[in-house]
């Protein structure tokens, strides 16, 4: 499989621009941004097909879409804010793999 956008080579530090500012990009693909939609449209995919484990999809969700913080997220799963970096950096590892034509795993797909 090609990378989403085929134009595109993301990064690590782009994907993990993007989820921390999710909520900016969403608002201005409702705001007709068509860049920014097909972005939001791209990263929704990727991270569906990311195999996220369920603890890394409720980070995700709380970190990314409800746009707490690390430690936040660290009291509201009680969890430490070690094992919440370390699933940040997973979801990131992952949709990006996804983002760049790889499966989850890191095998091209």
Excluded: P
């Excluded at 969403?26 to 941004?33: F, I, Q």
């Amino acid at each position: 499989m090609q990378a989403l956008v085929a134009e595109i080579e993301y990064s690590r530090k782009s994907v993990q621009n993007i989820l921390e500012h999710f909520f900016y990009f969403s608002h201005a693909a409702e705001n007709g941004n068509m860049d920014a939609a097909v972005l939001i449209t791209d990263m929704k995919e990727a991270t569906k097909k990311a195999e996220l484990t369920d603890q890394q999809k409720r980070v995700y969700y709380t970190r990314f879409l409800r746009e707490y913080t690390v430690k936040e997220v660290a009291e509201v799963m009680g969890i430490s804010h070690q094992a919440v970096s370390y699933h940040v950096e997973a979801i990131v590892t992952k949709v990006l793999r996804v983002l760049n034509g790889e499966d989850a795993k890191g095998g091209i797909q």
